[in-house]
């Protein structure tokens, strides 16, 4: 009988769930060494003040803020990133807080605010984002500056028509003990003004250092314009003082630039 290539077909690709655990060592792997927005908050962040951090992760603009003198809090919402943070401490080391940032209950007031690397975005929700931004407002001193970071959907996204871009990065395993693939598939909707993001990770050790992963999640993300999040930052009680397209405080290009890096007080 003779083979039918035609019918053959590629074999269906099956990834697991991904832990809260194991998204957190994934995420200490690929981000824990990127410092080129750490210089940007040190710029806008009188020297010594107090800062709260929104969304810390494991730790990485905290402890480095914490290392130049700052007075830092850290929040974010998964435990499991928390206690990554706490495994890798800097001298001194910064405050570290399990919460939601729509429902915070501090009782002082920051000098600076920070929501870095498209935390806001991930809120995926304006009542959500709404809500976080009056916590904010609420713990921010009234001479206090907000500073965001955002992510804002490219024209060649958006020109796909909810079809997915698809992008990869590799990172090396822990002494050099393998590698980490990820693969990225993100589609824009237009109607709802989302970005579905789907994360996919490939855990490739070497010989004898554990078994072989195929792991992934899909996040939900506000994929709103410029003027539609300073929309919601005005109703929100911000006035904006700067928008910057990059970390060296180029100023936001509406045209071209997806990073929209937002300095903002209380009005």
């Given at each position: 009988m003779s083979d039918i290539f035609s019918e053959h077909k590629e074999p269906e690709e099956h990834f697991l769930p991904l832990s809260a655990?194991?998204?957190?060592?994934?995420?200490?792997?690929?981000?824990?060494?990127?410092?080129?927005?750490?210089?940007?908050?040190?710029?806008?962040?009188?020297?010594?003040?107090?800062?709260?951090?929104?969304?810390?992760?494991?730790?990485r603009i905290s402890r480095a803020l914490t290392l130049s003198g700052y007075s830092v809090s850290g929040l974010d919402l998964s435990l499991s990133m928390l206690q990554l943070a706490q495994s890798n401490p800097g001298m001194p080391s910064p405050s570290y807080i399990c919460a939601d940032m729509t429902q915070m209950a501090f009782t002082t007031r920051f000098t600076n605010i920070l929501i870095p690397y498209n935390t806001l975005n991930l809120l995926r929700d304006t009542l959500l984002i709404t809500a976080c931004?009056?916590?904010?407002?609420?713990?921010?001193?009234?001479?206090?500056?907000?500073?965001?970071?955002?992510?804002?959907?490219?024209?060649?996204?958006?020109?796909?028509?909810?079809?997915?871009?698809?992008?990869?990065?590799?990172?090396?395993?822990?002494?050099n003990h393998g590698k980490l693939i990820k693969e990225t598939l993100r589609s824009y909707n237009k109607t709802t003004q989302g970005i579905c993001l789907e994360e996919?990770?490939?855990?490739?050790?070497?010989?004898?250092?554990?078994?072989?992963?195929?792991?992934?999640?899909?996040?939900?993300?506000?994929?709103?314009?410029?003027?539609?999040?300073?929309?919601?930052?005005?109703?929100?009680g911000f006035q904006t003082l700067?928008?910057?397209?990059?970390?060296?405080s180029r100023p936001f290009k509406k045209d071209t630039d997806s990073t929209l890096l937002i300095k903002a007080s209380p009005s």
């Open positions: 655990k194991r998204y957190a060592e994934f995420y200490s792997l690929e981000m824990d060494s990127f410092s080129d927005d750490i210089a940007f908050y040190k710029a806008y962040c009188k020297k010594g003040s107090s800062v709260l951090e929104l969304g810390c992760g494991t730790g931004l009056q916590q904010v407002h609420r713990c921010l001193a009234s001479s206090g500056s907000l500073l965001l970071q955002l992510h804002i959907p490219d024209d060649e996204l958006m020109a796909r028509k909810g079809e997915n871009r698809f992008q990869f990065q590799m990172f090396p395993l822990h002494n996919r990770y490939r855990l490739r050790p070497s010989a004898n250092n554990g078994p072989r992963e195929d792991l992934s999640h899909t996040l939900h993300l506000a994929g709103f314009s410029a003027d539609r999040w300073l929309k919601i930052l005005r109703n929100c700067s928008l910057f397209g990059n970390y060296d």
